[in-house]
């Protein structure tokens, strides 16, 4: 067995189980989850009608670069949303979905012989980072999100010693679970050390499109592009369809961005055996092409946060995130509770799993930032999610009168 296995943790849901074995919840509460990060809003008509109708494709092997018709679809549509321009042909490239992708692009960058290498990523983070960085041989190291600064990732409490020795860094924009999203300001900075340092940045950008402000989240390539940097070096961001369109069982998105970078994954990938299915490019073509489906996803998402956020802002420190579809919530210190002891109360008194901020982080520099908060997805439809943040309003009220 592959020894470096041994220094994977459980996965949060599994520690979630964990937690609630033996918990029986009352009878009189349906069950409500805000707890998994999965869209569950209805997939729309006209991919699924993509599907069915391009069955024939099944009888062919896919390329692992995808049919030039969806490599273009990629391009047409980083060009309206970002207005940049892409070689279709060598600067994008299709994956399974952003956690394969996530995954199979650290086993092509790090070079693990001699033991130095390091790969930092934020801390909250997506379990995936943590994963690919120990399974290619490397070591993470975990940057904490502040607070105060809207749960801005504190790059510069890196040590310098750290920098040298990293070959991947993980930056999230719109951020999992905090929602933050990186200014033009932070890329700078990042492009700056990944310049000094030689270090790739891989841009997980999966939540890009739902957001509740007016102006779009900015795009790490589209912050290398007004920075002076139209060939993305040392850059590639994961862009998913799952949150977009609702897709998630789809397994499609792309990756994007330094030429030269998507050359050696495309090599990688064809040996990984990591081409996607000629029927799911299909309909990843005519979900790219829809903007229409996205505004209406966007919308029922807004209408959530507008009922829900100010409900828990009553009781708990909440705002509106930059981005995303998620809450992340504090705790209240007059319960006397750790996150976790609060998930497990809160479904043991009123059904409402939440995932406790504590299992999305991990303890470095003497802390655990993801501690004392809770991440609630909010994905069920407006009905239920109020009815858990009332919920959850009155389990706190009750424990705190």
């Given at each position: ?72 679809a990629f391009t047409h549509w980083v060009q309206r949303r970002y207005a940049l321009s892409l070689d279709a042909a060598t ?38 980072y943590e994963g690919a960085t120990l399974l290619a041989g490397a070591t993470p190291y975990y940057a904490a999100s502040d ?255």
């Amino acid at each position: 067995m592959n020894p470096l296995l041994s220094h994977l943790q459980p996965y949060p849901f599994e520690r979630l189980r964990q937690l609630f074995a033996g918990v029986t919840p009352p009878a009189g509460y349906s069950a409500i989850s805000l707890g998994m990060g999965e869209p569950r809003h209805p997939t729309p008509q006209f991919i699924k009608d993509a599907i069915s109708i391009n069955l024939a494709g099944l009888a062919n092997y896919p390329a692992t670069a995808g049919e030039p018709a969806l490599r273009e679809a990629f391009t047409h549509w980083v060009q309206r949303r970002y207005a940049l321009s892409l070689d279709a042909a060598t600067q994008v490239l299709p994956v399974n979905g952003s956690r394969e992708a996530l995954f199979a692009f650290a086993q092509t960058i790090i070079d693990p012989t001699g033991g130095q290498a390091m790969v930092v990523c934020p801390n909250p983070f997506y379990q995936i980072y943590e994963g690919a960085t120990l399974l290619a041989g490397a070591t993470p190291y975990y940057a904490a999100s502040d607070p105060s600064r809207n749960f801005a990732v504190n790059w510069d409490a890196v040590p310098e010693t750290v920098w040298q020795r990293t070959q991947l860094l993980f930056v999230c924009s719109p951020g999992n679970p905090t929602g933050a999203v990186m200014p033009l300001g932070e890329w700078k900075k990042l492009f700056e050390l990944s310049d000094r340092f030689g270090f790739v940045i891989a841009s997980d950008e999966c939540y890009s499109e739902i957001y509740f402000r007016d102006e779009p989240p900015l795009g790490g390539l589209e912050a290398a592009a007004k920075l002076g940097r139209s060939d993305f070096r040392n850059l590639v961001s994961f862009t998913s369809l799952s949150k977009r369109s609702n897709v998630p069982g789809l397994r499609s998105g792309f990756v994007a961005g330094d030429a030269a970078l998507i050359k050696a994954f495309l090599l990688y990938r064809t040996y990984h055996g990591s081409a996607m299915s000629p029927v799911i490019q299909a309909a990843s073509m005519a979900a790219w092409a829809d903007e229409q489906h996205v505004v209406e996803n966007r919308t029922r998402y807004r209408k959530k946060f507008a009922q829900v956020t100010p409900l828990l802002a009553g009781v708990m420190d909440v705002a509106l995130p930059d981005a995303g579809f998620y809450l992340w919530a504090k705790v209240p210190e007059a319960l006397g509770m750790d996150d976790a002891e609060f998930a497990r109360a809160l479904l043991a008194q009123y059904n409402v799993t939440v995932l406790p901020g504590s299992y999305l982080a991990r303890e470095a520099q003497g802390s655990n930032p993801g501690a004392q908060r809770v991440r609630m997805a909010l994905v069920a439809d407006v009905e239920e999610c109020v009815e858990a943040a009332l919920r959850i309003v009155q389990f706190i009220q009750s424990r705190t009168a």
